[in-house]
């Protein structure tokens, strides 16, 4: 790591920030970037301001909270073979870690903001959080036994011929939809959810605050699509092409995907989910975990 | 890292980890409470990367957030004023609980100051490594088995008891859920 590491990855997040505004224009059929650079304009040029009654400290904090828990996120990822943010050897752990601190984060917003509608967007959140986190810490240990290693970039050279996502289906099915929804995007827009909410717990904000969420949000697209292309599809590993170009087209690919399929995925409900996610989606994750045993004893020793 | 880098974020962690742990007993928020308590807890998994202990470190951040934030959910749920606008009041004995709080404060940092605490440092393959390994997975698994089925238990139940319309009956569910207790009402 030398001293440029942390600007670089500032540089990844905003750069890759914007790529995913201007690809969620595209899934909607507007490929003009122009609009995006308006937004963003219009967004910083208002000013901040706060609601009549709140509790300052958490409102203010949770845009910060955001930001930082995305970009620590965003770090663990190994972009190439000499790139990436943080390299330690609880990297999936430390990226699960980061992205438990979204779920304050949000609650935080919808609290402090203290209107009906922004607590109810809050607390949603928080219920969802029961949903994904399970399966989302532990799918993330079963991809780390054929590795032998929660380094993210040794996951990624055990991947060398055969990407994890052959090896793992089940561990891919799993995680797609848990890490939507850490990013809150649809299907899982909860706390914000525009058409019952009125953008719910973020609806207080504006000028640079509602800037940093909406910023953060998409950083926190960024490094999931990133983690997902590195830990299942083999991340920088590809023919002919460089590994940083893989690495990117790969990250692009399951962030459009990703939101291509919130399009045309209904807004789920959170009680139902909570009822289906203790039944399914959690008990699978202890067989993806099994699986992962399973599979590194036969074929990765 | 240098042992400065070590000083600079160690310190002033353990300052803010006090502080945010003095607060929660400061505020009668239930949110505030919960995320100030997690604050501090979240503050400590940083002490632990610092002193390059990145697993558990890392571990204490991942655990500690969903733990608070699930205890915010528990708190907001279960108590009759979880925003603290009511002065809801929950000590009592204050004077004796005072007092037996800073004894047991004193008593546990000259417990922490006086011992002689081992200074060598210990390789990845020292026989006490080992020994502490073969201790956590073998005799005392069944222990930490039994304490977080126990927490399950008491977790699951707390959530019945909140859902058959909360300690108030408030929009109770008709019909054969109503347990017979509520007959002579």
Redesign the interface.
């Given at each position: 790591m030398s001293a440029a590491t942390p600007f670089a990855v500032v540089g990844v997040a905003i750069v890759g920030a914007f790529a995913v505004a201007w690809l969620e224009g595209v899934v909607a059929g507007r490929p003009s970037p122009v609009p995006v650079i308006r937004g963003v304009g219009r967004t910083l040029s208002e000013p901040m301001s706060a609601p009549a009654t709140y509790d300052r400290w958490l409102f203010h904090m949770a845009p910060t909270l955001l930001l930082v828990a995305a970009l620590v996120a965003l770090s663990t990822v190994p972009w190439t073979p000499g790139f990436r943010g943080i390299d330690t050897e609880a990297g999936v752990i430390l990226f699960a870690g980061a992205l438990a601190y979204v779920t304050p984060a949000v609650f935080m917003a919808g609290w402090g903001a203290g209107g009906g509608l922004a607590v109810v967007g809050g607390f949603r959140f928080l219920g969802l959080m029961l949903a994904y986190a399970m399966p989302l810490a532990m799918v993330l240990t079963a991809v780390g036994a054929p590795a032998e290693s929660l380094r993210p970039a040794a996951i990624v050279e055990v991947q060398a011929n055969v990407p994890m996502a052959i090896v793992q289906p089940l561990a891919l099915a799993l995680f797609v939809p848990s890490v939507m929804a850490v990013a809150f995007i649809p299907p899982f827009d909860l706390p914000q959810a525009s058409s019952e909410l009125g953008g719910g717990a973020f609806s207080r904000y504006s000028g640079l605050e509602a800037g940093l969420v909406a910023l953060s949000q998409r950083i926190l697209v960024v490094a999931v699509a990133g983690m997902t292309a590195a830990v299942f599809l083999g991340g920088w590993h590809g023919p002919l092409l460089p590994a940083a170009v893989w690495m990117v087209l790969k990250t692009a690919a399951v962030a459009g995907l990703m939101l291509w399929a919130g399009r045309r995925l209904p807004r789920v409900e959170i009680d139902r989910l909570l009822a289906f996610a203790w039944k399914v989606p959690i008990p699978l994750s202890i067989l993806a975990i099994g699986w992962g045993g399973l599979v590194t004893l036969l074929f990765y020793r | 890292m240098s042992d400065l880098g070590v000083a600079l974020v160690v310190w002033p962690s353990a300052a803010i980890l006090l502080v945010t742990a003095l607060y929660v007993f400061r505020t009668a928020?239930m949110?505030?409470a919960g995320?100030l308590l997690?604050a501090s807890l979240?503050v400590e998994?940083l002490i632990f990367l610092a002193l390059a202990s990145?697993?558990l470190?890392?571990?204490q951040?991942?655990m500690m957030?969903?733990e608070?934030?699930?205890m915010?959910?528990f708190m907001?749920m279960f108590m009759p004023d979880p925003g603290g606008l009511m002065g809801m009041d929950m000590t009592h004995d204050k004077r004796r609980a005072q007092a037996f709080a800073v004894a047991a404060g004193i008593a546990l940092a000259l417990v922490a100051v006086l011992t002689d605490w081992p200074a060598g440092t210990l390789n990845a393959d020292a026989v006490d490594v080992r020994a502490i390994g073969f201790e956590v997975m073998g005799r005392s698994m069944f222990t930490f088995l039994f304490a977080g089925m126990t927490l399950m238990f008491t977790m699951i139940g707390g959530t019945l008891l909140a859902k058959q319309g909360g300690r108030y009956r408030v929009g109770a569910p008709s019909g054969e859920l109503r347990d017979a207790g509520d007959e002579g009402r």
């Open positions: - | 928020s949110a505030r995320l997690l979240g998994g990145e697993f470190g890392a571990l951040l991942l957030s969903g608070m934030v699930l915010v959910f907001v």
